[in-house]
């Protein structure tokens, strides 16, 4: 029976110590990771509509019009039609995402926080509210000042997260992908993963705020704290975290300042992680230039991906990088075949190119494949167990090009975009539907809290989006289940009408 179970788990995977050589080739030419972690879409709710692959148009909601890039980059590389997020929300999502496992702390607490029962978002470094990455009374008030109008002597002390998986040598707080780059010697740059989320709350009332700058840099505006101790000297402290007033444009204006520095020295970090969370939606009545409704809020997350994968593209390092990107979760949002079921790339050289890919592939194949690349160790036994995403690469494939398209609706903003040109013009030019203003968002969902990840009514907030992106349809509530990837221009043609 022992034996029964470690076959069913795939524990002969763990012993299996040959090495893949599609992956020993990559190891050798692969300097550098960058890994992107965005936010709660489904596959259909972004690539329902594109010619290939397993989408159902009828379901999206964030069509090429919107989303240029993310349909580009799919039909340029490699279009993961099976690929799921295994987490369901951003509680285990992310944990799944930077560790390939969550905790037995994590499983019980994620349920009753998202059904409002008392509980709050402990599991990206903050434990009821503390920054736990911190160690001491003293460094806590000055890094989150709303603690010192009520100091406590026995406030959480030491600096162990509850949440946090551990390290084999029993550390907490570790067990990260950070972790095993770090321990493995390789150099690590953070851009918003873990950070201190209080500090952008409360305007009015926060001590402690930090305001948004569009050029924090040059302003000297610290823009982020990390939460977890490993990260904290390797976070960039003027790129902003998770925040919806925010947008994804002022963030990769960030990442390419000290991209560009890297590029002239020769020292891109071996693993970047790059949070890019505009596509989560909310503060519309708040939002920073003009970027107020769910449709210029996804466009903006898609342009600064394409902005992203652009600049990597021109730069010394586009031979020796890969680019992988992953929703958190899929916040159970439309899809026809499952509610994980999710958007993923990869990018760079050594991938396939203009290729359908539908294996069945999770968020914990691509940290696996990750950890491959680089030459890690698997952060879990999840991952040691799991496949390689092999089937995306393609070793002929040394070179690429990528250039990163406006979408159409993004010139309706203030943000500092560049002339129209014949390259950066997207091929489907404006919005087939009207998609409301802000005053209507803010007036349907503006009394949810979007401080955090998904601290809102997630049924609700899911039937209002898609009532004002896709007007009188009715509200998809059965999952089909069916094999859309034949004819797919007839079922382009009938959802168009």
Known sequence: MTRRVSENNHFDRVRNTAPDPVLAVLRNHIKHVIYIVKENRTYDQVLGDLEVGDGDPSLAEFPEALSPNHHALARRFVTLDNFLDSGEVSGVGWNWSVAARTTDYTEKTVPPEYAGRGLDYSWEGTNRGINVGIGTLPERVKAQPL?????????????????????????????????????????????????????????????GLLPISKAPFAEGKLQAISTNKSLMSLTDPYFRSFD???????????????????????????LTLLRLAHDHFGNFGTAEDGINTPALQFADNDYAIGMVMEKLSKSPFAGDTLVFVVEDDAQDGPDHVDAHRSIAYVIGPYVKQHAVVSERYTTVNMVHTIEAVLGLSPSSIYSAASVPMTEVFDLSQASWTYSAQVPAILRTSKLPLPASTAENTPKVPGLARDTH???YWQRR?????????????????????????????????????????????????????
Not at 159 to 188: F, H, K, N, Q
Not at 454 to 476: A, S
């Open 147 to 207: 603690l010192g109008a009520h100091p406590d002597p026995d406030l959480l002390p030491g600096a162990v997260d509850v949440a946090a998986p551990d390290s084999d040598a029993g550390d907490a707080g570790t067990g990260y992908i950070w972790d095993e780059a770090l321990r493995a010697g390789l150099t690590v740059r953070n851009y918003g993963f873990f950070c201190d989320l209080s500090r952008y709350e409360n305007p009015k009332a926060n001590p």
């Open 437 to 439: 203003d802000a005053k």
């Open 445 to 497: 969902l503006g009394d949810m809290d979007y401080d955090v990840e998904d601290k809102l009514d997630v049924g609700r907030f899911n039937r209002e989006l898609w009532k004002g992106m896709m007007g009188n349809k009715p509200y998809p509530e059965v999952r089909s289940g069916e094999d859309l990837r034949d004819n797919r221009e007839a079922l382009l043609a009938v959802s168009a009408h």
């Open 244 to 270: 919806q007033n925010a947008p994804d444009f002022y963030r990769f204006k960030e990442w390419e300042r000290e991209f560009d520095i890297a590029a002239r020295s020769g020292t891109l970090p071996n």
